[in-house]
């Protein structure tokens, strides 16, 4: 059997793995992603919406609307991501895809500008529903009160959510 996620994965070659390692690099701006061009077995796949950069077999990256970002799965990187918890009434829109709106957000973790990748993750166990794009800063995301404050990229469920199962 199986399983819906899976796809064809495609080897990439060395200078394609520099280029997807400088867009990683530039994505998450000093933060550590761990990984070189030295690195063994790297391979794409694609899905409807995404492309998934599996190295060395596991799924740590997604690129979405030309954006790369870690995937769920890459606690590695995204504990080293701000964060946006939201409260479980929340929870089930972030899944389903809907950007993160002011009212459930319960805390702002870290501190970011616009723009730059945050983690939303649930406030009861702290797991990670979806990685986004800030709207806002955290500083004024702390006192905003209604409006969305974060650009849901990837998320629990989706295509390349699928895939890295």
Request: hydrophobic share 40%; proline share 3%; charged share 25%.
């Amino acid at each position: 059997m199986v399983k819906s996620g899976t796809s064809r994965r495609l080897a990439v070659n060395k200078k394609t793995v520099k280029q997807i390692l400088e867009r990683i690099a530039e994505a998450l701006g000093g933060i550590q992603h761990g990984l070189s061009s030295k690195m063994g077995r790297v391979e794409v796949a694609r899905t409807r919406k995404s492309n998934v950069f599996f190295f060395d077999g596991k799924p740590l990256f997604i690129e979405r609307r030309s954006r790369i970002v870690p995937s769920l799965i890459n606690e590695g990187v995204l504990s080293q991501l701000p964060a946006i918890v939201v409260d479980q009434g929340a929870v089930p829109f972030v899944c389903n895809g809907a950007d993160v709106m002011a009212p459930g957000v319960r805390r702002v973790e870290g501190k970011f500008l616009m723009g730059q990748l945050v983690v939303v993750r649930e406030e009861r166990f702290h797991r990670a529903l979806a990685v986004g794009s800030a709207l806002a800063g955290s500083d004024e995301m702390r006192t905003r009160s209604e409006g969305k404050v974060a650009e849901n990229i990837h998320f629990v469920g989706d295509d390349a959510w699928q895939e890295c199962l």
